[in-house]
């Protein structure tokens, strides 16, 4: 699920369909609503830190008390979305797991504060959203200086959108005769697996 909610936002930003963005914040404004648990802010009051947590999607109950290293692209998608302050903080709540552990493990009890799965798979998302965070606040980044739209991987890596491709049509762009393009890439033999 987390790629729907990636995809919502960053095809907002790269392509500035409304409908999407709304699809968006309608789905964010339910996250905030039936999965963030812990104090109202992040730092003041009492109790828990803010967390995201994994709930039914038909009744809202807590399912269990995990969250997994996949969970950490959250905070990256809270920068894009301008929800600054909630994302350093669940950022910090990630950190810190990723500093005892030294690494962030696939799965983590909150309610235990213990690994339920300690092996970390190299995952892009903890990655990505501090690559996030560390260009929102890098005063040298160029990003600030410049007018141009940009989209961001999953892997954290910034793409400029050329204004072309956000104005023109894609045949506008790559002309070719009716079908001609299709037929040659049907009469290719596709590409073989020669891996063990």
């Not at 994302?87 to 030294?102: E, K, P, Q, S």
């Not at 959108?161 to 079908?179: A, M, N, S, V, Y």
Request: hydrophobic share 35%; with cysteine; charged share 25%.
């Amino acid at each position: 699920m987390d790629s729907f909610y990636e995809y919502l936002l960053k095809s907002y930003i790269l392509f500035g369909e409304k409908e999407d963005y709304r699809m968006f914040q309608a789905a964010y404004d339910s996250i905030q609503s039936h999965m963030r648990r812990g104090r109202e802010s992040c730092n003041e009051g009492e109790g828990d830190p803010p967390l995201y947590v994994n709930v039914n999607m038909f009744s809202g109950q807590i399912m269990n008390t995990w969250i997994d290293s996949l969970q950490a692209f959250f905070p990256g998608l809270q920068v894009l979305s301008g929800d600054v302050e909630n994302a350093i903080c669940l950022h910090a709540f990630y950190y810190a797991i990723w500093r005892r552990f030294g690494a962030l493990p696939e799965r983590y009890n909150w309610q235990q504060q213990a690994p339920d799965v300690l092996f970390y798979p190299l995952r892009p998302e903890m990655v990505e959203s501090t690559y996030l965070l560390y260009q929102l606040f890098d005063e040298d980044n160029p990003l600030h200086a410049s007018e141009n739209k940009y989209i961001f991987t999953t892997e954290g890596h910034i793409v400029p959108i050329d204004q072309r491709f956000r104005e023109k049509q894609w045949e506008d762009l790559f002309p070719c005769e009716d079908g001609v393009l299709a037929e040659k890439v049907l009469e290719k033999d596709p590409p073989t697996n020669t891996s063990n």
